[in-house]
């Protein structure tokens, strides 16, 4: 589960990515990301809730599903 905090930050991210963009996230995304996720105000569920919000409004998404 992507919520499950044994995981490493970028397993998760990973996992989020392929689930929605079914690629892996670049090392650059990986990086800037990682940081807004663990830095969201509410915490880390948070911060992964509101990544997937915005992976699936991406432009990426919307035109390649």
Known sequence: ???DESRADRER???IFYAT???P???REAEKLGRLVR???GG????IEDLYW??????E???NH
Request: aromatic fraction near 4%; proline fraction near 4%; glycine fraction near 8%.
């Open 1 to 3: 589960e992507i919520l």
């Open 44 to 47: 880390m569920k948070r911060g």
């Open 13 to 15: 991210l990973r996992q």
């Open 54 to 59: 915005a992976l699936l409004n991406s432009t």
């Open 61 to 63: 998404f919307l035109t």
């Open 25 to 27: 996230p670049t090392q």
């Open 39 to 41: 830095g969201a105000r």
């Open 21 to 23: 963009l079914n690629r």
